[in-house]
């Protein structure tokens, strides 16, 4: 149960506890196959939902619309506990000709990042990750979430219906 994690709620005024803040999201594109590997806000909800939120302008929320246009719910994976290099990676913009995120960690580290297929989703996930929540988003399926406060403790948004991600 996900209400079990020994998980902080980071500022006073937090509307939940905050799983992800410093943890990697995975998805693929339905499309095109491509990996992203994003660092995004995941509020815990109850024991086998969280809230994933996304900017609009990253890969993560494009890879979650390319599925709902398919019609079809979007496997996720949340990891925490990865090794430096993918964090860095995962938290940056990385560059265009770059493959992915995996690519660019492997680079940072001079070494290929291990991976290992997630029996749920089948997504590649760091093999040497603390914990690994696998699940899908569904189109339509949203939680509140937030307000959530930034690192230096100033709050940008109010409490919104979010994307949520069933866990398996």
């Not at 990253?58 to 398919?70: E, M, N, P, T, V």
Request: glycine share 10%; aromatic share 10%.
């Amino acid at each position: 149960a996900l209400t079990a994690f020994p998980v902080p709620k980071w500022h006073p005024r937090d509307g939940g506890r905050y799983l992800g803040t410093g943890c990697a999201v995975i998805t693929r594109d339905h499309d095109t196959g491509e990996v992203n590997v994003g660092t995004y806000r995941v509020m815990i909800v109850d024991d086998a939902t969280v809230t994933v939120w996304m900017e609009p302008i990253r890969d993560g929320i494009r890879h979650l619309r390319s599925w709902f246009r398919a019609g079809k719910p979007c496997p996720i994976a949340i990891v925490a506990g990865v090794d430096l290099p993918v964090f860095i990676a995962a938290s940056l913009r990385i560059p265009p000709d770059c493959p992915n995120e995996y690519w660019f960690a492997g680079a940072i580290k001079d070494a290929p990042i291990p991976l290992v297929k997630g029996p749920v989703t089948g997504l590649p996930l760091p093999a040497t990750a603390e914990f690994v929540l696998e699940g899908e988003c569904r189109e339509g399926d949203t939680a509140p979430e937030g307000p959530f406060g930034e690192w230096p403790g100033y709050y940008v948004s109010r409490r919104a219906d979010c994307q949520a991600m069933r866990v398996q």
